[in-house]
């Protein structure tokens, strides 16, 4: 595990964990290939930082001594230091540290972010049992360790200071300056604990981290380390115990539906391949959550790792959890393989953005979306979520294979990156094909609608030529975004429309034809409601007028002719 080992043999993907990976699922076989790709990746990143970081200069123990103490570590105990260098936090760290590097992201002193090393160290002691000593920062008296929890001296100077971190058999003296000028130090022995097995008050001095337990496995609930999030490193956001139960009880249950799923096609995951689940901008209880997960992401720099606004439903939770682990595993193709010619130009359609995207970005969300297809696909059978299962699969379908012929007609993917996309279209059209009750198919059909059009007037230049296959958009230089509120609200019929939109969602295009024009006539520039009354136009007339309306909705951008 040592970054002077010879260089391993190429990675070689076996052809039928490909096909697995490119229709949008997978095995549990496939998953282990590209965390063995991860694996190598990461040697290789760390090998090319150590270089960058050997010879800085630092008030604390030198990199190449913490290296020592690691790679000791390592040889004692290789699979608990071996889980501690993929952590998705040790991946972040990483990248964010060749990013400073190369002048592209900024932090405190570099010595400063650099001694993660030496907490890594630390930790990979722990985990051995073996006995060392390494000089540490510390911040406000507090000491982070990657994987196990927050060390606070009682009284610990305010500020950046540097403490002394020694282990033996198992145990942690920390010792650094206190706010009186002597001293201070405490010891302890640092491990994880289920979230329903956490004391229920914190002890000032050790806060440990707290795992999502599902069945054996333990998925870490990261509040607290710093290399959490997905850019620059971060304070600790400490959840209450009320707050981390509900995630546990949340998670159970997200846990239960995807247990429904068998097999290895897209949407289906075992929850135990997730490596961390980093809470969003909640730290307690009040006030309740919505019933809808508001934002999640995910990097390629810490593959299985997703940060999640925790919802009020576990269906919903459940779909992030797919959502973002398709994610992970595209970031690790693209890792292995070259799967696009990207200029990185933000210019094309995404169904699920309000702003253009580039190609890459387009390809992220066609993979993401086939797997929540799937996932939708899976629970249409369920009698509770039937309806609206139907209505999301039939959305996500189309709005997939809409991207992804965007991505074919591109000319800008490789031979490998043309077999994954074709891949996803071979899911994707066999999934057209199987039938969706009328009165969903109708609604996803119009939420589509709405969104490109919706999209279109607030992005596309209303002077642009008719785009062809494959070349990007003339964009309006006046963007600005703008909330979705459609795609979600036309998951179930209403049952008494009243507003435009209502009686649009419930078929009525006439009633929701005569309120757009209505609404268009006090306020004629806005474009939700110019998008409303164009898809309620198209809904009435399926003359050759209404089609061409649809296609360029930006060509009546200030008036409602044509």
């Known amino acids: 595990m040592t970054s002077e080992r010879p260089s391993p043999a190429p990675l070689r993907m076996p052809a039928p964990l490909f096909d697995e990976l490119a229709a949008g699922g997978h095995s549990a076989e496939a998953v282990a290939f590209l965390e063995q790709g991860e694996r190598a990746r990461r040697l290789l990143?760390?090998?090319?930082?150590?270089?960058?970081?050997?010879?800085?200069?630092?008030?604390?123990?030198?990199?190449?001594?913490?290296?020592?103490?690691?790679?000791?570590?390592?040889?004692?105990?290789?699979?608990?230091?071996?889980?501690?260098?993929?952590?998705?936090?040790?991946?972040?760290?990483?990248?964010?540290?060749?990013?400073?590097?190369?002048?592209?992201?900024?932090?405190?002193?570099?010595?400063?972010?650099?001694?993660?090393?030496?907490?890594?160290?630390?930790?990979?002691?722990l985990h051995a049992g073996t006995e060392t000593a390494l000089r540490v920062p510390l911040d406000d008296g507090a000491l982070h360790?990657?994987?196990?929890g927050l060390a606070r001296l009682p009284d610990g100077a305010a500020g950046l200071s540097a403490g002394r971190a020694s282990t033996r058999a198992g145990e942690l003296t920390l010792t650094g300056p206190g706010r009186d000028g002597r001293r201070s130090s405490l010891t302890c022995r640092p491990a994880p604990v289920p979230v329903d097995g956490a004391p229920p008050a914190d002890d000032p001095r050790w806060l440990p981290l707290r795992t999502l337990t599902v069945g054996p496995v333990a998925v870490p609930l990261e509040d607290l380390d710093p290399y959490r999030d997905l850019d620059d490193p971060v304070p600790p956001a400490r959840l209450d115990a009320d707050e981390a139960l509900a995630w546990q009880r949340l998670f159970d249950e997200a846990a239960a539906i995807l247990a429904t799923g068998k097999g290895t096609?897209?949407?289906?995951?075992?929850?135990?391949?997730?490596?961390?689940?980093?809470?969003?901008?909640?730290?307690?209880?009040?006030?309740?959550?919505?019933?809808?997960v508001r934002v999640s992401a995910s990097s390629g720099d810490s593959y299985g790792a997703m940060v999640i606004a925790r919802p009020s439903s576990s269906l919903a939770l459940a779909e992030a959890l797919v959502h973002e682990f398709q994610h992970s595993k595209l970031a690790a193709l693209i890792h292995l393989f070259p799967l696009l010619r990207d200029d990185r130009a933000e210019r094309?359609?995404?169904?699920?953005?309000?702003?253009?995207?580039h190609l890459t970005g387009l390809l992220h969300g066609a993979y993401a979306f086939t797997g929540v297809a799937g996932f939708w696909r899976d629970r249409m059978s369920d009698p509770e979520h039937a309806g609206t299962a139907a209505y999301h699969f039939a959305l996500r379908r189309t709005q997939s294979r809409l991207v992804v012929r965007t991505l074919l007609t591109s000319g800008r993917l490789t031979e490998t990156g043309h077999a994954l996309v074709t891949g996803l279209a071979r899911t994707l059209d066999t999934w057209l094909r199987e039938p969706v009750p009328p009165a969903a198919l109708t609604r996803a059909r119009t939420a589509a609608a709405l969104h490109r059009t919706e999209w279109r007037l607030r992005n596309v230049a209303p002077t642009a030529p008719a785009e062809r296959p494959g070349e990007?958009?003339?964009?309006?230089?006046?963007?600005?975004?703008?909330?979705?509120?459609?795609?979600?609200?036309?998951?179930?019929?209403?049952?008494?429309?009243?507003?435009?939109?209502?009686?649009?969602?419930?078929?009525?295009?006439?009633?929701?034809?005569?309120?757009?024009?209505?609404?268009?006539?006090?306020?004629?520039?806005?474009?939700?409601?110019?998008?409303?009354?164009?898809?309620?136009?198209?809904g009435l007339d399926r003359g050759p007028g209404a089609?061409?309306?649809?296609?360029?909705?930006?060509?009546?951008?200030?008036?409602r002719g044509g």
């Open 45 to 125: 990143l760390l090998r090319t930082l150590l270089k960058q970081l050997w010879d800085l200069p630092t008030p604390l123990t030198p990199v190449a001594e913490a290296w020592r103490v690691f790679k000791e570590a390592a040889e004692r105990a290789p699979e608990p230091v071996e889980r501690l260098l993929l952590a998705p936090t040790t991946g972040a760290w990483i990248a964010h540290m060749l990013r400073r590097a190369h002048g592209t992201a900024t932090g405190p002193r570099l010595w400063v972010e650099a001694a993660r090393l030496n907490t890594l160290a630390v930790v990979a002691a």
């Open 348 to 357: 094309y359609y995404a169904p699920w953005r309000p702003d253009p995207r």
């Open 265 to 292: 096609g897209p949407g289906r995951l075992d929850p135990a391949v997730i490596r961390a689940v980093v809470p969003w901008a909640r730290t307690g209880l009040l006030p309740p959550p919505p019933p809808d």
């Open 145 to 148: 360790l990657p994987g196990l």
């Open 472 to 538: 990007p958009l003339r964009l309006r230089p006046d963007r600005v975004p703008w909330p979705d509120v459609r795609t979600h609200a036309f998951a179930l019929p209403p049952a008494d429309p009243r507003t435009p939109d209502e009686h649009l969602a419930a078929g009525n295009a006439a009633a929701a034809f005569a309120g757009y024009d209505d609404d268009l006539a006090r306020d004629p520039g806005d474009p939700h409601l110019l998008a409303g009354w164009i898809v309620a136009r198209a």
């Open 547 to 559: 089609r061409r309306l649809l296609a360029r909705p930006e060509s009546v951008r200030s008036g």
